[in-house]
């Protein structure tokens, strides 16, 4: 009986082996990517991956409202030949700045929130690697409506559960059979 047991076990091992490693190999890719970029997120700031946020020089004022700083930051993007399509605005009350994004291109444009002043433009890498690391760069580039990203993440997702479970077993059918054959 315990015999049986234990051939159906190492059956069992065989099994969930194959299954780790035929699901391991074309899953690593996307470990590697997820985990690269998880890295690059994290650290961001002190790489240096977002443009540093600059601070008004004027003390006192009204702020530029925001159709201006539109219209400022389009005529900026313009003259550079890129997309003029606005994505948000990220103001910054404390440093008295205003950061314009774009929806087809990873540019910033930094105004100063008093005078209107283009302070910086600059790419904001963080944005397009947020974008390789949850998989929307697809949708990005085919304008698509989020359906690559939530299949990468699923499928991404369930790979690493699958590889949780049976890394798990494949540690712990060993020690199961060693006890059971009395060792």
């Given at each position: 009986m315990a015999e049986q047991?234990?051939?159906e076990?190492?059956?069992?091992?065989?099994r969930l082996r194959a299954l780790h490693k035929w699901f391991g190999i074309p899953l690593i890719v996307f470990f590697l990517l997820i985990g690269i970029t998880s890295i690059l997120l994290a650290w961001k700031k002190k790489a240096e991956l977002l443009p540093p946020t600059l601070e008004?020089?004027?003390e006192q004022g009204e702020w530029v409202s925001p159709a201006e700083m539109v219209r400022i930051a389009e005529s900026e993007m313009a003259k550079i030949?890129?997309?003029?399509e606005v994505d948000r605005i990220d103001i910054r009350p404390d440093k008295g700045v205003a950061k314009v994004t774009f929806k087809t291109h990873f540019t910033e444009v930094q105004l100063d929130g008093?005078?209107?002043?283009v302070l910086s433009i600059e790419t904001?890498?963080?944005?397009?690697?947020?974008?390789?690391?949850?998989?929307s760069i697809v949708?990005?580039?085919?304008?698509?409506d989020e359906a690559a990203k939530l299949?990468?993440?699923?499928?991404?997702?369930?790979?690493?559960?699958?590889?949780?479970?049976?890394?798990?077993?494949?540690?712990?059918?060993?020690?199961?059979?060693?006890?059971?054959?009395?060792?």
């Open positions: 047991k234990i051939q076990k190492v059956k069992s091992l065989r008004t020089k004027i030949g890129e997309s003029t008093l005078s209107g002043e904001r890498h963080s944005d397009w690697i947020e974008k390789v690391h949850d998989g949708d990005f580039y085919l304008q698509g299949t990468y993440s699923t499928l991404t997702s369930l790979g690493l559960i699958l590889m949780c479970v049976s890394g798990f077993y494949l540690w712990y059918f060993p020690k199961l059979i060693r006890r059971l054959k009395g060792k």
